[in-house]
């Protein structure tokens, strides 16, 4: 399983436990709720919105297979995947509260999203 981040607040954070999946509420565009629920993960830890207050770690292992998340295996150069929706509910087991303080620097882990391949392709082309 590869490790990428979740922000949200606190009292967020208390509904998610409450319900004991992380599974993001139904979003809203130009007025429209979305008739589904997913996730923002990102592989880079980024916590400097004043929005947020809370940053979780998140095992999960992407598929890059439509319905269940969107992450994009393999970007051009120069680029790496920095955010991705999850379809599905990620157990708590897999969510940790973190300190940003104790996390790797920013390249490092951009560099470490750059390697991610599909699981079951050796050739880490997208499945």
Known sequence: MAKFYHQT???????I??????WGRPHFWYGLEDSYRYTYLSPVPFYDD???DILLEV?????????????????P???YCWQFSVFDPIPLD??????PVSLPPKE?????SKKL???GSERGSRP
Request: net charge negative; charged share 40%.
């Open 17 to 22: 436990q409450r319900e004991g999946v992380l």
């Open 77 to 79: 150069e120069g680029e």
């Open 117 to 119: 391949k599909p699981k």
């Open 108 to 112: 490092e882990l951009i560099a470490a």
């Open 9 to 15: 607040k606190s009292d967020r954070w208390k509904e």
């Open 50 to 52: 004043d929005a947020f």
């Open 94 to 99: 897999r969510v940790r509260v973190v300190d």
């Open 59 to 75: 095992e999960y292992e992407p598929t890059g297979i439509r319905g269940i998340d969107n992450f994009r295996f393999n970007p």
